[in-house]
């Protein structure tokens, strides 16, 4: 069996890579990220940069919206206990959460696993 996901039907392939190049930089980031204290807070990621930290999913969708308008952008909670799952090999939490700019299902719930939100 492998550790890679599988794409969703309703997701298409340019999203599916768009998503997993953004989970990627998140991985990638989360160390640093959390050496600069921000953990418990949102990471604005888009073509494998980190653009912003927000303390709030919603400053941080609000802030990916005003930015790219409905380009998409991926959000992330940076969640310490992250380092751990990746270290014992759960590589995929969730990477395709979806929801809408704005939506009330894009909250703290929705990032328990550290998972994102791609819109």
Known sequence: ???SPIRPAHVSAEQ???ALR???TYRQQLPHLLSEGHAGRYAMIKDGQVLSVWDTVGDALQ???ERFGMEPA???KINPLDMQRFADGHPWVDPCKTFE???PTADDAGFANGGMVDY
Do not use: I, L, Q, Y
Request: without cysteine.
């Open 1 to 3: 069996m492998s550790n």
């Open 16 to 18: 599916w890579e768009r």
């Open 22 to 24: 953004d989970f990627a």
């Open 63 to 65: 802030a990916a919206g």
């Open 74 to 76: 991926a959000t992330f």
């Open 101 to 103: 700019p704005g939506s």
